[in-house]
């Protein structure tokens, strides 16, 4: 700031004006997580969301008091029921009551939407934060693994290591885990390298913090969080792939009460049956639209600029 | 994901029927063969076969295109009957080795070459050759010579010869006083020089033959083939114009012609099961409904050699413990008729009805019983292994339950697709048992009881590995001994006989477990075609039908 | 710019190599013989006609073998032999490709219109009813999987509505169903993200230079606003295309659509492996081209972006 | 952009009385060239409603510069877009006022001939100009798109125009950059862009809004010179919103005070920094650090600037204001001209302080 007076006026008569009296406006001490909250929970979508994951994981947990029957005990007599009467959903060509089997069919959901996710999670998150922070060759190593598994498709992908590892509710998880990794990767190691540049890294670097302190304390809870909200809308997108597997015929196997199952179950049925896959396909669509809407809500209170 | 493969009689696929004893629906009039108006275009929707040409053409789909390309010495009748087709005349051997049959005279293949002698030699050559690699070369293994011709050491089979230009002699390695039955195959059939060796392209997707139809342009994979009338065909000809074929997806093929015959757009159609008793009711009264007992079985084939299963007594128990009659209702909607024999009803000469007794009625208590006495103990595991994708899901898991409830075994089912399948069943160690299904090539019972039941039929190689159809591994020197005397008997009737008692040492042993007859369902436009019938093939007979 | 995109085609060789590396090893590793048995029946092949086709596919080499010829006959585009009708891979894949592609063009093309259009009148009309609508169908529209999409489909407009048959082939009336079920979820996404640039893009600073420069508002939305707020709907139009190229497996088995997806499905049912093999590679590979040619566009469109 | 509603009448808000605060002439006598008359802006955003600007007067004459100074939020810029016409409406919109330009009150026009005044009569300078120039054009389209869109010129002498325009505002080598990006560019280049592309029609008025507070120091007196140079030579009126007392200082002619939405004080630049005539514009200068004052306790205004959505009664300043008595916090103080102890009347000098008299003569 240049000299202020141009040379010609006195400084001003009085001192420092007395301090006045007056309280001073109080500030409340927002923090930054209860600041989120408030957006969040003003968001009703959001809150739509959270509701619709909550009752799925509870009906998940509670499945065993709130089913009315047990999901696999087949009763040949009463095939192809329609709904009502005993079996509010009907029954399927075993017998077996559907409404039983659509409440354990969240259990898988929630177990394999959320560990797949989990593993992904944790290669993707890992890896991506190495390559982001070490760059050179160990990124562009990581980069292209990444690519190749980025550019598999999916479900092809899942359905080979099915074939190898045989079907069942590890297989999926595992399948759906080591393919969708490279999207958390990427995301993280874009998140890395922007966190890297930034000053407090610097600083961090300067106080003499070690490598691997920069990255646990400074690094990666700055870059979690838009994983974390991408994680979020991708387990909907997991359960659905799952599904989808099932529906593939090499899903979870398929007397697992699974709604993957019942839809491809159901599927012949069309027209002449159809609350044989109405009712699960319903399930679907509803748990993956609550993934998504808390995602959308938990990204809309992360980054408010977003609205 | 249903009829994962194409095979009309491929392992379950769910296209089900329900046994009607005798050949069931279509106004019947009486199957002659001239009546009615010449002209008119058929169509149906078909899976994409696996070939079309006679040197390997195995399933349905694929014999459904050879039959009425090619004529054959004999052809196979829906009712396990064979009538003579080009063969004038048939004489065999006192030793059953040597078969000399006679060739109708003046009959030419579709591009003019005469049908002789030589034109069978060379079709049934250019079949067992080593660079053919024909998947159903192995019904002339009877034939001197076929060993080298397979092997590579020579590219003709020494057994056949042609004493002059309408006679055919085949010479065999051994006694098969049934070998005439074989030729109904169409891997039997002759063809014309210009056919070239099996690896011929141009021959493979658009064969020249003498059959009632011929091939209208090639064959366009996974979209249609197209077969018109053979005008200068040597026996009666075709009233039908065209064929019109389409070849839909195996995902939902079934699926797509049941659409296709609602929408007008098939004269022929499978149903998927859902559909089945809303389709009966609809179409059984007006006469489209084609019900059909044919000549294939549905088992549960148990691992004889090792395993829990070892013990007849336990196989027993499993097969009371099974309510055939509450998973026919049950899951298949009423379609599917129980199965007390190993042999299809289809044969009637040697249908012996309720000859299992074990498969009549569920028996809990004699189950349990057998199962005691047969070292079945409460808590073993018993295996049961299917094939994904073709519908056998829901039934499995019903025998399952049924197993488990009745013996309080542990039941552990796991679907695999079918490479996997098969080599589980071939390999050395395996055990509990697995979903299996048989469809006759030709309509002898030999056909079913030597490569299913027969010791010869195990086949181990070096390091124990089954490669050939008894994969039960079930061996017992008096069942062996019955039917190579049977092959020994030059007399049909005689030969019955035998296969019966035959199958009750089979049946006694519990070689293989009955579950259900293979009967056919389709839809037919009989408003529109008259005489429309189902073939041995499970094919509608385009040769016979016209016009209305 | 040229080292670049010479540089990105290494990658892509890399990344076709390691899929198919990959794919190859896990076939191989799969227990069973592909040509154990006679198509799809439970009648085994005889030994010697197994090992006679062993031979003829290769089958008997080792893995590494068999995976080096494979690469080097993929050099000049030879896909191998499938094992049923052992008809060349590509001469099967041609035809079946042309439908993937087919069906990719319409979906993209339902993306573009629906998805931008709703997009920017959402964003241009913000909080008004058309914006809130749009925000929830969307939302709504990304919630449904396809496989539920596609028999709603199915069961609305062929089996209740009958406008569709369902034997339709690869005619004009056929392509109908299966693009808008591949393109409803695609479109949904399109639009929240036109939504979200264009919101982000009506808040930038050169938005108001233009308008106090005294531009016509028409100007103003097209040359300043579309122009800045396209690019990230590009690249993501330019994603999406490659995986549709990739064969929609599900869409294409509900309706029938005799695209690579069926065919892959079928192959893995027949355990079929140069079809897996074959449709992978396709996949695969026009996945990353595209990627690429995303990539350049980017930098075409945003002088921002050097490639390095 | 859209037509900005303006309501003629508005019931009362807080405000006593309607002062129609004195115009003082222009240089020549003439109508000043541009008059902001008790002009209201507010924000209504879902429920709450954010009052930016609160009866703001002031003009500005050809060839005058005037100076609006105040804190961040104190509603300077969002004066400058009403007059501009940019608002964001909605939230934006004009709730009372007029805008008289050339003795015209341009919220009267229709937005076509609204239209046709920006760029032409009257041009914008922002303060950033990387986020202001559109990243994806180049530069010399940008500037040339004023020739082509306003006077229909061909794209080849649009670009002339255009190399022209970057020569005149001394960009070296002007005729090969005229194809680059705006990233390409120094933050100095770049606001010599927006200046160019200002005055590419040479309009009566120009509004800069913070022209320099991107630019480190030696840059932006470079700008600054610039900038005054070419108002001389096309005397044109300037309208200076800054928050840097220095940059006013050595430009401005005259000042304007702005706090929480309204002027509180106005004077020509010199007579402002001698004696202020309120508290706050006070508090202002004292805030500056002084080469003679080495040593003490730099002096701030303690508080922050009020919350436009609840501005307290009375002198919005009154918290903050160490002179602040009952009156203040009831009374909104009206902008009344300031006059010599013994009442002979200052040209161009208001204050809306109660306690003007304390403060400017102590």
């Known amino acids: 700031m240049t000299e202020l007076v141009s040379g010609t006026g006195e400084p001003t008569a009085a001192g420092p004006v007395p301090a006045a009296p007056g309280a001073e406006p109080s500030v409340a001490r927002v923090s930054q997580w209860t600041d989120i909250r408030h957006r969040f929970f003003a968001n009703k979508l959001a809150v739509v969301g959270l509701a619709i994951i909550t009752v799925l994981i509870l009906v998940a947990i509670f499945a065993p008091l709130l089913a009315p029957h047990d999901p696999l005990k087949q009763d040949l007599t009463q095939t192809l029921q329609s709904p009502g009467g005993a079996h509010w959903l009907g029954t399927d060509a075993l017998g077996r009551d559907q409404l039983s089997r659509l409440i354990y069919g969240s259990r898988i959901a929630v177990i394999v939407g959320m560990a797949s996710i989990l593993v992904a999670l944790v290669i993707g998150v890992t890896l991506g934060a190495l390559a982001g922070y070490y760059g050179r060759w160990v990124d562009t190593v990581i980069m292209r693994v990444a690519d190749v598994f980025f550019a598999f498709p999916l479900l092809i992908g899942a359905i080979v290591i099915i074939l190898l590892m045989g079907r069942g509710v590890l297989p999926v998880v595992l399948s759906l885990g080591i393919f969708t990794w490279a999207t958390f990767a990427r995301l993280l190691r874009s998140q890395v390298l922007s966190v890297r540049e930034m000053d407090f890294v610097h600083a961090a670097k300067a106080l003499g913090a070690g490598q691997g302190r920069i990255i646990r304390k400074h690094i990666l809870p700055n870059s979690l969080t838009s994983v974390l909200v991408y994680g979020t809308s991708n387990v909907g997108i997991a359960i659905v792939a799952e599904a989808s597997l099932s529906y593939l015929g090499v899903g979870v196997d398929p007397e697992v009460a699974e709604w993957g199952n019942m839809i491809s179950a159901g599927r012949n049925f069309m027209g002449v049956k159809d609350f044989m896959w109405t009712y699960p396909s319903l399930a679907i669509v509803i748990t993956a639209l609550g993934f998504i809407l808390l995602g959308n809500g938990l990204r809309d209170a992360l980054d408010p600029k977003m609205r | 994901m249903r009829g994962a493969s194409s095979a009309k009689w491929v392992a379950g696929a769910i296209v089900i029927a329900l046994a009607a004893t005798a050949c069931g629906g279509g106004d019947d009039d009486g199957g002659s063969k001239g009546s009615g108006k010449a002209g008119g275009t058929f169509r149906m929707g078909i899976t994409e076969p696996v070939a079309i040409d006679p040197y390997n053409a195995q399933e349905s789909e694929g014999t459904l295109v050879t039959d009425n390309l090619f004529t054959g010495l004999y052809e196979p009748t829906a009712d396990g009957k064979v009538d003579a087709a080009l063969a004038t005349s048939k004489k065999v051997s006192k030793d059953g080795k040597t078969w000399t049959f006679t060739i109708k005279k003046g009959t030419k293949f579709s591009n003019g070459e005469a049908v002789d002698a030589e034109s069978f030699i060379r079709g049934w050559n250019r079949v067992a050759v080593k660079t053919a690699a024909s998947d159903v070369a192995y019904h002339m293994a009877g034939i001197a010579g076929f060993a080298d011709a397979q092997s590579g050491k020579a590219t003709t089979m020494s057994g056949l010869s042609a004493p002059d230009p309408y006679t055919l002699q085949v010479k065999l390695s051994a006694p098969d006083f049934e070998f005439y039955i074989k030729t109904t195959h169409t891997v039997f059939s002759p063809v014309p020089k210009v056919a070239g060796d099996a690896k011929n392209k141009a021959y493979n997707e658009a064969p020249i033959g003498n059959g009632p139809f011929k091939m209208q342009g090639k064959w366009e994979h996974n979209k249609s083939i197209t077969l018109v009338r053979n005008d200068d065909y040597g026996l009666t000809k075709a009233h039908l114009d065209k064929v019109q074929i389409d070849i839909l997806n195996s995902a939902n093929g079934v699926t797509l012609e049941y659409q296709g015959f609602e929408s007008g757009q098939y004269d022929w159609a499978r149903m998927p099961t859902p559909q089945l008793p809303a389709a009966k009711a609809k179409y059984d009264p007006q006469g489209e409904w084609i019900q059909q007992d044919m000549s294939g079985m549905n088992y549960l084939m148990p691992i004889t050699d090792n395993g829990p299963l070892k013990n007849v007594k336990a196989r027993e128990a499993v097969s009371y413990a099974i309510d055939r009659d509450a998973i026919i209702k049950g899951v298949f909607q009423g379609m599917y008729t129980k199965s ?150 030059e007399d049909q009737a005689g030969r019955n006989a035998i296969y019966k008692q035959a199958e009750k040492v089979a049946l006694d042993d519990m070689a293989l477990i009955p579950l259900w007859n293979r009967t056919q369902l389709r839809l037919a436009n009989t408003k529109k075609y008259a005489g429309l019938k189902m073939d041995f093939h499970e094919d509608p007979n385009l040769a016979e039908i016209s016009m209305k | 710019m040229g080292r670049y995109v010479v540089r990105r085609l290494g990658q892509l060789v890399v990344v076709v190599l390691g899929a198919t590396m990959i794919l190859f090893a896990c076939l191989f590793v799969l227990p069973g013989d592909p040509v154990g048995q006679i198509a799809g029946s439970d009648k085994a092949r005889d030994p010697a006609v197994i090992e006679q086709l062993h031979k003829q596919y290769g089958l008997d080499k080792p893995l590494v073998v068999q995976y080096g010829t494979y690469v080097g006959k993929l050099v000049t585009g030879d896909l191998g032999t499938d094992y049923t009708q052992s008809r060349p891979v590509t001469e099967i894949l041609g035809p079946k490709l042309e439908n993937t592609a087919k069906l990719a063009v319409a979906a993209i093309i339902i993306d573009i219109v629906i998805g931008i259009s709703v997009g920017v009148l959402a964003a241009m009309r913000r909080y008004s009813i058309w914006d809130v609508s749009a925000t929830f169908i969307t939302t709504l529209a990304i919630g449904v999987p396809s496989i539920v999409l596609g028999m709603i489909m199915q069961r609305v407009f062929v089996i209740e509505l009958d406008w569709f048959p369902l034997i339709a082939g690869d005619s004009f009336e056929g392509i109908i169903l299966p693009a808008f079920t591949l393109a409803i979820i695609d479109a949904a996404l399109v639009a929240q993200l036109a939504r979200s640039t264009m919101l982000e893009v009506l808040r930038a600073d050169y938005v108001k230079t233009a308008v106090a420069k005294g531009l016509p508002r028409r100007t103003v939305l097209t040359r300043h606003i579309l122009r800045n707020s396209v690019i990230p709907v590009i690249t993501y139009l330019g994603i999406s295309f490659g995986g549709l190229l990739g064969g929609a497996i599900i869409t294409e088995t509900i309706f029938n659509w005799n695209g690579i997806g069926l065919a892959l499905i079928q192959a893995i049912q027949q355990n079929n492996n140069p079809i897996i093999v074959g449709v992978v590679t396709i996949g695969v590979a026009v996945f990353v081209v595209l990627n690429l040619v995303v990539d350049l566009l980017y930098a075409a469109l945003d002088p921002r972006i050097r490639l390095a | 952009m859209s037509r900005t509603p303006v309501t003629k009448h508005d019931e009362g808000d807080g405000m006593t009385s309607l002062e129609m605060a004195p115009t003082d002439a222009g240089a020549d006598g003439a109508a000043p060239l541009l008059e902001v008359r008790d002009l209201h802006v507010e924000f209504a955003v879902r429920d709450s409603v954010t009052k930016a600007v609160n009866g703001v007067n002031y003009s500005v004459s050809a060839g005058e510069t005037l100076a609006v100074l105040g804190e961040s939020g104190s509603g300077k810029s969002v004066t400058a877009q009403a007059i501009m016409g940019i608002l964001d409406s909605p939230p934006g919109r004009i709730a009372k006022g007029e805008i008289f330009f050339q003795g015209q009150d341009i919220l009267r026009l229709s937005e076509g001939e609204r239209r046709k005044l920006r760029g032409a009569k009257m041009a914008m300078i922002f303060q950033d100009a990387l986020s202001s120039l559109n990243p994806v054009l180049s530069v010399g389209f940008q500037l040339g798109e004023m020739f082509r869109v306003h006077q229909g010129m061909s794209r080849k002498d649009s670009k002339a125009k255009a190399i022209e325009l970057m020569d005149r505002v001394r960009i070296p080598a002007a005729a090969q950059r005229v194809g680059d990006y705006p990233h390409q560019f120094s933050g100095g280049m770049r606001q010599r862009i927006m200046i160019a592309m200002a005055l590419a029609l040479e309009p009566d008025l120009i509004i800069a809004d913070e022209p320099t507070t991107a630019l480190d120091v030696t840059v932006q007196a470079q700008v600054m010179d610039l900038l005054a140079e070419l108002q001389r030579e096309y005397n044109m009126g300037l309208i200076l919103i800054t928050h840097d007392l220095g940059v006013v200082a050595d430009v401005a002619d005259k000042i304007a005070v702005m706090y929480a939405g309204r002027i509180v004080e106005t004077a020509p630049v010199h007579e402002l920094y001698k004696r202020p005539a309120h508290p706050y514009t006070k508090g202002l200068l004292e805030s500056i650090p002084r080469l003679d004052h080495k040593g003490q306790e730099l002096y701030a205004i303690k508080g922050l600037p009020p919350n436009l959505q609840a501005i307290p009664p009375g002198c919005a300043f009154n918290p903050r204001c160490a002179m602040a008595q009952d009156v203040c916090r009831t009374d909104v103080p009206p902008l009344v001209p300031v006059t010599e102890l013994d009442g002979t009347e200052l040209p161009g000098r208001h204050s809306a302080c109660h306690f003007w008299k304390e403060t400017i003569h102590g």
């Open chain 2, 340 to 489: 007390t024999t190993i042999l299809p009803p289809s044969f009637t000469d040697v249908y012996q009805k309720d000859l299992c007794t074990s498969c009549i009625k569920q028996d809990k208590a004699k189950a349990k019983q057998l199962a005691a006495e047969g070292g079945l103990k409460p808590g073993t595991t018993i295996e049961i292994a299917y094939n994904t994708g073709a519908g056998h899901e829901e039934w499995v898991q019903a025998v399952k339950q049924q197993v488990e409830d009745v013996l309080g075994v542990k039941v552990k089912s796991t679907g695999k697709p079918f490479a996997e399948l098969l080599a589980d069943q071939q390999k050395p160690g395996a055990t509990g048992m697995y979903r299996f299904a048989w469809g006759a090539d030709y309509p002898t019972p030999d056909n079913f009881l030597y490569p299913l039941l027969d010791t010869a039929s195990i086949n181990k190689d070096a390091n124990g590995k089954v490669t050939g159809d008894n994969r039960a591994r079930y061996s017992n020197k008096k069942f062996d001994d019955l039917l190579s005397q049977a092959r020994g008997t």
